[in-house]
């Protein structure tokens, strides 16, 4: 298995490859970098959180995108601080986290979101992103109206902070509502300067959302990506990216186009594989053959 030790050398290779073929290098390190969200890791992880941010950095992702922080027991039992340290060690960045905002967004209370803030700030991230809606706050057009304007509320104390909000969709977004869905009701009805919006592919085109058309009639809204494929023969299973049936290299050469600055592997939904192979597996595919 990879270790630490492992990673440094690997490190090593890629500085010995900068002195000895510049061009070559260059065009490594001018590639995008890829990010993991760490759910994807959820059997593993709460078990050795150091030893997996090892082994993820080893396998060449650049960026990890947390869940479950909590101020009780912290990222995985680490404090942000610490935690921040652990990725630094590796080299890494957490640009954004998935936060639970169920009582924010419902309107119970906004105390969890000042301590996402705080641990966000702590370990350098950009984005407090909303990872899911209950369904009792979501069942119709009046609730996304609602919704969009908790999300403008949250953009702003974020904004005061330094920092962004974004929301993560699924399926239930694109539930239509007469002539427009949930999802077109929050992109119509939030602030563009302040409110981002993480597309999750898998859940987008399960849907029959098409992306493309998404990017095309919302420029500059959409700046990160869940990459996420859907099994060939269950489309409720995902498989690793490039064996499924997304058509990622259409979808992401409009994303160059329209802005996306993060892309997340996920690994999400009834999926049970060897889950660090699985996302090297993801890895190689997306650093090959879509940035």
């Not at 869905?181 to 592919?201: C, P, Q, S």
């Not at 995902?238 to 592997?265: L, P």
Request: glycine share 8%; aromatic share 12%; charged share 25%.
């Amino acid at each position: 298995m990879n270790s630490r030790r492992t990673f440094i050398k690997q490190t090593g290779l890629l500085a010995a490859a900068v002195t000895v073929t510049p061009s070559f290098a260059c065009t490594l390190i001018a590639k995008h970098a890829i990010g993991l969200q760490l759910y994807s890791l959820r059997d593993i992880i709460k078990n050795d959180i150091k030893g997996i941010i090892s082994k993820v950095a080893a396998i060449g992702y650049k960026e990890v995108e947390t869940y479950g922080y909590s101020a009780k027991d912290g990222f995985w039992g680490l404090d942000a601080k610490a935690f921040d340290s652990l990725l630094k060690e590796y080299g890494m960045k957490a640009p954004s986290g998935h936060y639970d905002l169920e009582d924010f967004m419902s309107g119970k209370s906004s105390d969890g979101l000042k301590s996402y803030i705080e641990a966000a700030n702590v370990i350098g991230s950009e984005y407090i992103t909303v990872p899911y809606l209950g369904g009792s706050i979501r069942k119709t057009a009046d609730d996304f109206k609602r919704l969009s304007d908790k999300l403008n509320e949250g953009a702003k104390i974020c904004n005061a902070a330094g920092l962004k909000f974004a929301y993560h969709n699924h399926d239930f977004e694109f539930t239509k509502f007469g002539n427009t869905t949930g999802y077109e009701i929050m992109l119509n009805n939030t602030d563009k300067k302040l409110v981002d919006f993480e597309l999750d592919l898998y859940w987008a085109v399960r849907s029959a959302a098409d992306p493309l058309t998404l990017f095309n009639a919302h420029p500059g809204r959409f700046k990160m990506f869940h990459v996420k494929d859907i099994d060939k023969t269950n489309k409720a299973v995902n498989t690793e990216i490039g064996q499924g049936m997304v058509d990622f290299k259409s979808i992401f050469k409009g994303a160059k186009q329209a802005g996306v600055k993060h892309y997340f592997v996920e690994h999400e939904f009834n999926y049970k594989p060897d889950e660090l192979g699985s996302v090297k597996t993801s890895f190689e595919y997306v650093n090959n053959q879509l940035l």
